[in-house]
């Protein structure tokens, strides 16, 4: 079996190579794996262990409970669980050790936080920019996109001119784990786009394919699009931070709101389970909590306040009923 040295990264560095080039990772996570395994590298080496064969399950553990005092959130060890593991599984096709210490290894649980969202007339307001220059036009399209189409970031840069199909009324998006799916684009999206690209040559450089260019005339950015859509939230009054996955969230908490339909919602998302969509049910839910506050009778507080969010509380039913 070949001896594989802590202080020496290149196993680590040829596993994130096989997860770009053989996995086809995105770049975020394949980045954020390199991080994960990098800070389990240097946990072990503290410890006095001298190579990847020597961690076993009370190491593993150990490990856990470093990153949680660390202020690490049940999410984030996961997901450096789920590295370690998969790092271990790499490692044991080559023969370079001989077990996975983090089999079975789980993650303290951790308060399951809901999406952020804005409300109907807040995503209205925010995408109506109006008329301008082409950076306007470009700024609408993607804002109106983003929000039609419920599209992640990365998926939205990676977007060419021929995978805009303003015909048919679709986009083909390439999402995680190189997945291929056509999403409607509706008909907000579809103008927006249209002024976009009756602008798009005088910003485009010579042969660039990509639908969205930056000042440069070059594909733009993930950040340079966070940065943008930031400036119109302030410009728009939006009132809170808006990032682009919240108006991905938007989309699909007001399309399941409008529909009930989960896997439909799932398969525009582009959603490889359907626990990953389901909490897109508590959205739908605080939506009723609201409405039943506003309209009940029995919702109503001694005095005239608002009534209590049913998603908060749950009325005790009668003794006799238990």
């Given at each position: ?22 996995r ?17 590298r240097?946990f ?77 007339d807040?995503a ?11 950076f ?24 060419d ?14 999402g995680?784990?190189s ?5 409607p ?16 040559s ?6 660039e394919?990509?639908?969205f ?9 993930p950040?340079?699009v ?11 009054g ?7 996955h ?20 799932q ?17 739908d ?22 009534g ?15």
């Amino acid at each position: 079996m070949t001896v594989a040295r802590l202080p020496d990264s290149m196993l680590i560095a040829d596993f994130i190579r096989h997860l770009k080039n053989e996995r086809r990772f995105s770049p975020h996570t394949a980045a954020a794996y390199s991080r994960d395994l990098e800070r389990l590298r240097v946990f072990c080496h503290s410890a006095g262990v001298e190579d990847w064969s020597a961690v076993d399950g009370r190491l593993a553990l150990a490990y856990v409970a470093h990153l949680h005092r660390a202020g690490l959130g049940g999410k984030s060890i996961q997901r450096s669980l789920s590295a370690a593991r998969s790092f271990y599984r790499h490692m044991l096709r080559s023969a370079i050790v001989s077990a996975n210490p983090f089999t079975g290894v789980v993650a303290p649980k951790s308060r399951k936080r809901l999406p952020e969202s804005l409300s109907v007339d807040q995503a209205a307001r925010l995408v109506d920019l109006g008329d301008g220059d082409w950076f306007v036009a470009r700024d609408r399209a993607i804002l109106e996109l983003l929000y039609s189409s419920g599209l992640r970031l990365a998926e939205l840069v990676s977007l060419d001119l021929a995978d805009v199909d303003l015909a048919e009324e679709v986009v083909r998006v390439t999402g995680k784990g190189s997945k291929v799916r056509l999403v409607p684009v509706g008909r907000f999206a579809r103008d927006a786009i249209r002024r976009w690209l009756s602008t798009r040559s005088v910003a485009v450089r010579p042969g660039e394919q990509a639908l969205f260019v930056g000042r440069n005339g070059q594909r733009l950015g993930p950040r340079a699009v966070q940065l943008r859509l930031r400036y119109w939230a302030r410009r728009q009054g939006a009132g809170i931070p808006v990032h682009p996955h919240m108006l991905r969230h938007s989309f699909a908490s007001h399309l399941l709101e409008s529909s009930g339909d989960l896997r439909a919602v799932q398969e525009l998302l582009g959603h490889a389970h359907i626990s990953t969509t389901q909490i897109y049910t508590h959205l739908d839910f605080q939506h009723l909590a609201r409405v039943y506050d506003g309209a009940h009778p029995r919702a109503q507080r001694r005095g005239g306040g608002a009534g209590r969010s049913a998603a908060r509380s749950t009325p005790r039913r009668p003794k006799a009923d238990r």
